[in-house]
Nanobody, 115 residues
Framework: QVQLEESGGGLVQAGGSLRLSCAASGSIFSTKPMGWYRQAPGKQRELVAIIGSGGNTNYADSVKGRFTISRDNAKNTVYLQMNSLKSEDTAVYYC?????????WGKGTLVTVSS
């Protein structure tokens, strides 16, 4: 069983920064890709960024150059550094991993960017 817990969301002005954290349970963390997704009101959940077990990363075009995903395997934690935030970044942000064909999600953390 994998458990994910996000933290770090909040209210920030446009142009500001936030860092999200996702703490994962289980000893397999270091071997699995980890992703950040977001869901804005009335919209579908979308991929924001993903980091492989080896540290390779991919980003949605909308966040490239502004967001950085990283991981600390010793702490079983994945981070999302978000800079130059825009109002359209307002969403609930979810941490995700996939183990044995099963997707695991955290409960999410709300990010609100005021313009």
């Amino acid at each position: 069983q994998v458990q994910l817990e996000e933290s770090g969301g909040g209210l920030v002005q446009a142009g500001g920064s936030l860092r999200l954290s996702c703490a994962a349970s289980g000893s397999i963390f270091s071997t699995k890709p980890m992703g950040w997704y977001r869901q804005a009101p009335g919209k579908q959940r979308e991929l924001v960024a993903i980091i492989g077990s080896g540290g390779n990363t991919n980003y949605a075009d909308s966040v490239k150059g502004r967001f950085t995903i990283s991981r600390d395997n010793a702490k079983n934690t994945v981070y999302l550094q978000m800079n130059s935030l825009k109002s359209e970044d307002t969403a609930v942000y979810y941490c995700n991993t996939r183990v044995a064909f099963t997707n695991y999600w955290g409960k999410g953390t709300l990010v609100t960017v005021s313009s």
